[in-house]
């Protein structure tokens, strides 16, 4: 199995674009993963890095744009416009595919479906991949109910982050095992981290307190 590790820019914020690239690539990671600010010269400056990291670093340098909306109290239709737009503009830079937080934990059911049925359109439309993170407050936050959504898009694809589950479900996920194993053919990326039944992550993976944890994972 080729593995492939990317940096995620969540805990960089700090950072310039330029400084981030230079310490992702610096450490040897094969691309990044980025919910961009609000700033067009950081993501001009990305954009012109990124290009420059791919004509003489590593010309298969991966590069995943997150779609992160700020929570808002709106209609189902004002998040669909945000979600829409900010979609759109992300296929206009071009990434190898999107992590897209989609939809709302206490939408709808068929809300969630016709927010679902618009990634997917944006998608085809632009050939850029849209994946769906596993997060909470996204339709995708409890592991039970993602398996209706799978029911009615089997090709629905995922981004895995199974910490989300374990918090939502106050459980390690021993005795989910089979409904778990349903959704692997739908996952695409993994989140690597390591999170128990209080907390998405734990404080340190490798401390022997958490063996058990880190084992599970």
């Known amino acids: 199995m080729d593995v492939q590790y990317t940096c995620t820019f969540w805990g960089c914020e700090q950072q310039s674009a330029k400084e981030f690239l230079s310490n992702v690539v610096a450490n040897g990671y094969d691309g990044v993963e980025i919910n961009f600010p609000d700033d067009t010269n950081f993501i001009a400056?990305?954009?012109?890095?990124?290009?420059?990291?791919?004509?003489?670093?590593?010309?298969?340098?991966?590069?995943?744009?997150?779609?992160?909306?700020?929570?808002?109290?709106?209609?189902?239709?004002?998040?669909?416009?945000?979600?829409?737009?900010?979609l759109e503009f992300l296929t206009t830079l071009k990434p190898d595919y999107i992590n897209s937080h989609t939809g709302k934990d206490f939408y709808d059911f068929s809300d969630n479906c016709k927010i679902i049925e618009i990634t997917e359109h944006i998608s085809r439309k632009s050939e850029i991949p849209i994946w769906h993170e596993i997060h909470r407050g996204r339709f995708s936050f409890h592991l039970k109910t993602l398996l209706k959504y799978i029911d009615i898009?089997?090709?629905?694809?995922?981004?895995?982050?199974?910490?989300?589950?374990?918090?939502?479900?106050?459980?390690?996920?021993?005795?989910?095992?089979?409904?778990?194993?349903?959704?692997?053919?739908?996952?695409?990326?993994?989140?690597?981290?390591?999170?128990?039944?209080?907390?998405?992550?734990v404080n340190n993976p490798f401390a022997p307190e958490w063996n058990t944890h880190l084992e599970r994972y």
């Open 45 to 86: 400056e990305f954009m012109e890095e990124l290009k420059n990291i791919r004509n003489t670093v590593n010309p298969n340098f991966i590069f995943i744009a997150q779609q992160v909306l700020s929570n808002k109290n709106e209609t189902v239709d004002e998040y669909i416009k945000r979600i829409t737009e900010r």
């Open 153 to 201: 898009y089997p090709k629905l694809k995922l981004i895995a982050d199974f910490s989300h589950f374990c918090v939502v479900s106050e459980s390690n996920l021993d005795d989910q095992k089979d409904l778990l194993s349903k959704i692997y053919p739908n996952i695409k990326h993994i989140h690597a981290r390591v999170g128990f039944e209080q907390s998405p992550q």
